[in-house]
């Protein structure tokens, strides 16, 4: 009759390897390193977890500042106005205009 294996301490089956979301938290994060700054899986495998964690709060600003700045941007130049109605009168005289005269330019 097998006896039954005695632990030391209750956590200790534990520690034989990173439980199932640990495992798709690293992941997650080497995939996140390896498509945005074109790390290699070994290294974000070896990287200490402080870098890692560093180099990615550091993407997330980098991508904060990016839209922020954008945002900005695009509020700064407004909407721009297209010329509809020159756009379709000139669309209509192409249609009626005979075929070697030049379309006219949109200014």
């Known amino acids: ?13 534990i520690f034989f390897g990173p439980v199932c979301r640990d495992k798709e938290r ?6 996140l390193l390896q498509y945005h ?6 290294d974000t495998r070896t990287m200490p977890i402080r870098y890692r964690r560093w180099f990615l709060d550091r993407l997330v600003e980098e991508i904060r500042s990016s839209n922020e700045k954008r945002k900005g941007a695009e509020e700064r130049s407004g909407p721009r106005e297209i010329p509809i109605k020159q756009m379709m009168e000139n669309i209509h005289n192409e249609a009626t205009s005979p075929k070697n005269s030049s379309p006219k330019k949109f200014k």
Not at 1 to 13: C, F, G, V
Not at 26 to 31: N, P, R, V
């Open 1 to 13: 009759m097998a006896k039954p294996q005695t632990y030391l301490s209750r956590w200790e089956p």
């Open 26 to 31: 690293f992941l997650e994060e080497s995939f």
């Open 37 to 42: 700054l074109k790390m290699s899986y070994s």
